[in-house]
C-alpha cells in the first residue's frame, strides 16, 4: 500500500513569506506527527494529532508554527513569517493510532525547506 | 527533561567490522523503544523495535538491540558491516505515559563504513 507522501519535496522561500507544508498519512493511521531535522541535529518533535483528540503542541517552537488536520487525514503545516532558522527537513509520521505498546510511526519523505 | 543520548555522532568502520552504538535514555517509566535508520537519499525506515519481553531483538539486515531496563540503555548492534549499511542511525523512545504517542529521538549516529 501507499506510504506516508509529503508535498512538495522541496520548497526554497524567502525571508518573512508563509509557507504550507502538506501531509498525507497512510491510509486508516489516526496518529500523525511533525518533526523538524535540522542540518546535523537529530529528529525535533512539533507536533501530533491522535484522533478525534485535542493536538499535542508542546513541540512548535513559535506562534508562527502552527498545523491543523482536516477530516482525520492530511495534515497541513504553516509556518508564518519565516526566518532563515526555519530551514530544516520537515518530517512528517503516521501510525496506527492504538496508543500503548503497539504504536510504530512510518515516516515520510519529507519536505526540505529552505528559507532565503 | 526526557532525552535520548546517541554516544557517537561519527562513526567510521572497515567492512566486516564489528558495531555497536549506544544510546541511553533519561525516563524511568515504560518505554518503547526504536532504532531507525536513514540511507543516502532514502527517507527514516524502522530497524527494529522493542515492545516488551525478550530485551534482545531483532531487526532487518542483521540488526538486533538489547534493552538493558537497570541502564536505560537500548544499544545497537551488528556483528559484520557492509558498505550498504553507511546511513544514519537513529535511536528513539516513547514514553507510554504520553500512550505511546510522542517520541524522542536521539541526535542521530552518522556511521560510514569503508569497503
Known amino acids: 500500500g501507499a506510504g506516508v507522501s509529503q508535498s512538495p519535496s522541496n520548497k526554497v522561500t524567502e525571508k518573512g513569506k508563509d509557507v504550507e507544508l502538506r501531509c498525507d498519512p497512510i491510509s486508516g493511521h489516526t496518529a500523525l506527527y511533525w518533526y523538524r531535522q535540522s542540518l546535523g541535529q537529530g529528529l525535533e518533535f512539533l507536533i501530533y494529532?491522535?484522533?478525534?483528540?485535542?493536538?499535542?503542541k508542546s513541540g512548535l517552537p513559535s506562534d508562527r508554527f502552527s498545523a491543523e488536520r482536516t477530516g482525520g487525514s492530511v495534515s497541513t503545516l504553516t509556518i508564518q513569517r519565516t526566518q532563515q532558522e526555519d530551514s530544516a527537513v520537515y518530517l512528517c509520521?503516521?501510525?496506527?493510532?492504538?496508543?500503548?505498546?503497539?504504536?510504530?510511526?512510518?515516516f515520510g519523505p519529507g519536505t526540505r525547506l529552505l528559507v532565503l | 527533561a526526557q532525552s535520548v543520548s546517541q554516544h557517537n555522532h561519527h562513526v567510521i568502520l572497515s567492512e566486516a567490522a564489528s558495531l555497536e552504538l549506544g544510546c541511553n535514555y533519561s525516563y524511568g517509566g515504560t518505554v518503547n523503544l526504536f532504532w531507525y535508520v536513514q540511507y543516502p537519499g532514502q527517507h527514516l525506515q524502522l530497524l527494529l523495535k522493542y515492545f516488551s519481553g525478550d530485551p534482545l531483538v531483532k531487526g532487518i539486515k542483521g540488526f538486533e538491540a538489547e534493552f538493558i531496563k537497570s541502564k536505560f540503555s537500548f544499544n545497537l548492534r551488528k556483528p559484520s558491516v557492509q558498505w550498504s549499511d553507511t546511513a544514519e542511525y537513529f535511536c528513539?523512545?516513547?514514553?507510554?505515559?504520553?500512550?505511546?504517542?510522542?517520541?524522542?529521538f536521539g541526535a542521530g549516529t552518522r556511521l560510514f563504513v569503508k569497503a
Open positions: 509520521a503516521s501510525s496506527l493510532g492504538q496508543g500503548g505498546r503497539r504504536e510504530t510511526q512510518y
Open positions: 528513539a523512545v516513547n514514553p507510554l505515559n504520553t500512550g505511546g504517542f510522542k517520541t524522542i
Open positions: 494529532f491522535q484522533g478525534n483528540s485535542a493536538p499535542d
